[in-house]
């Protein structure tokens, strides 16, 4: 059975205020409803998803059923935080979606070898962005069969 999409919380990790702030008019643009959190570093970001600290009361901060993972971030990298997901067995589940400005050869393939979802270089538009938000939904929340 397909999960709604309006019940998916999505969970954004950057570090750049500007790309959060797009990120989310972006998803507002392309008239999605779920609910989006944000974690600015990758020790953040696995705290969130281990729901420890701030992160440990799963009403307020539910775990995501997709990850949009920025590489380049403070105190823990997202190749770092990407490794320590995939090799977390309730973590690698869920699905990791690189969003990031590198376009490194090196990165790419180093993503998905650490077993990533998707790689996607950052568009330099707004409405490149909206396009990649829209497809990224119509992807992962209309058409992938997720579990639970």
Same mark, same amino acid.
């Given at each position: 059975?397909?999960?709604?999409?309006?019940?998916?919380?999505?969970?954004?990790?950057?570090?750049?205020?500007?790309?959060?702030?797009?990120?989310?008019?972006?998803?507002?643009?392309?008239?999605? @409803?779920?609910?989006?959190? !944000? @974690?600015?570093?990758?020790?953040?970001?696995?705290?969130?998803?281990?729901?420890?600290?701030?992160?440990?009361?799963?009403?307020?901060?539910?775990?995501?059923?997709?990850?949009?993972?920025?590489?380049?971030?403070?105190?823990?990298?997202?190749?770092?935080?990407? !490794?320590?997901?995939?090799?977390?067995?309730?973590?690698?589940?869920?699905?990791?979606?690189?969003?990031?400005?590198?376009?490194?050869?090196?990165?790419? @393939?180093?993503?998905?070898?650490?077993?990533?979802?998707?790689?996607?270089?950052?568009?330099?538009? !707004?409405?490149?962005?909206?396009? @990649?938000?829209?497809?990224?939904?119509?992807?992962?929340?209309?058409?992938?069969?997720?579990?639970?």
């Amino acid at each position: 059975m397909m999960e709604d999409s309006r019940a998916l919380t999505i969970l954004i990790a950057d570090d750049d205020e500007d790309d959060r702030l797009m990120a989310e008019e972006a998803l507002k643009e392309a008239r999605l @409803v779920n609910e989006l959190q !944000f @974690v600015e570093d990758g020790e953040e970001l696995l705290d969130y998803l281990k729901a420890r600290g701030k992160y440990a009361d799963r009403k307020d901060k539910p775990l995501p059923g997709l990850v949009l993972l920025d590489l380049n971030m403070p105190k823990k990298d997202g190749r770092e935080a990407l !490794f320590e997901i995939k090799a977390d067995p309730v973590l690698r589940q869920i699905p990791v979606i690189i969003l990031t400005t590198s376009r490194s050869e090196e990165d790419i @393939v180093s993503a998905y070898n650490l077993g990533i979802d998707s790689y996607i270089t950052k568009p330099v538009t !707004f409405a490149g962005l909206v396009e @990649v938000i829209r497809t990224l939904s119509m992807y992962w929340l209309n058409i992938v069969n997720m579990a639970e």
